[in-house]
């Protein structure tokens, strides 16, 4: 059972939820359509109800070896497919986006991965790397 948490009468979000979002319009090489997108921003301000959220588009446009642009996210619970998340394709979206109840609760080792490439992809990684050192 996913894990629903209100807050007066909001559906609250928790970082690492796989949910849907319709990303639509998509523009260039944005991804468009009602998609699954993995929740990344901090759980402090998803707990403040912040009015829009920072995620990581899904696709099953499968490509391999594609790290740090790609992490494969296998099937599981009210996901279908294999998946890749979209690592370069972060951006924030409204709450109003973002539909129906969560997908997938990714694990912590998987989230570890997620923020390694985030900060490898926006050059954050020399101040990190003394603290967890980037590993493909």
Request: charged share 25%; hydrophobic share 40%; glycine share 6%.
């Amino acid at each position: 059972m996913p894990n629903l948490r209100l807050s007066k009468g909001t559906l609250m979000l928790n970082r690492g939820e796989i949910r849907l979002a319709d990303l639509n319009p998509g523009r260039g090489t944005e991804p468009g359509k009602t998609r699954p997108v993995l929740i990344v921003q901090c759980q402090d301000l998803l707990d403040a109800e912040h009015p829009s959220t920072l995620i990581l588009p899904l696709t099953t446009n499968l490509i391999a070896d594609a790290a740090p642009l790609r992490l494969r996210i296998k099937a599981g619970g009210g996901l279908k497919h294999d998946s890749d998340l979209l690592i370069d394709q972060l951006r924030t979206i409204d709450n109003r986006r973002l539909a129906g109840e969560t997908i997938l609760q990714c694990p912590a080792e998987t989230m570890e991965k997620v923020d390694q490439y985030l900060a490898e992809l926006l050059d954050l990684h020399p101040v990190l790397q003394t603290v967890n050192p980037i590993t493909p």
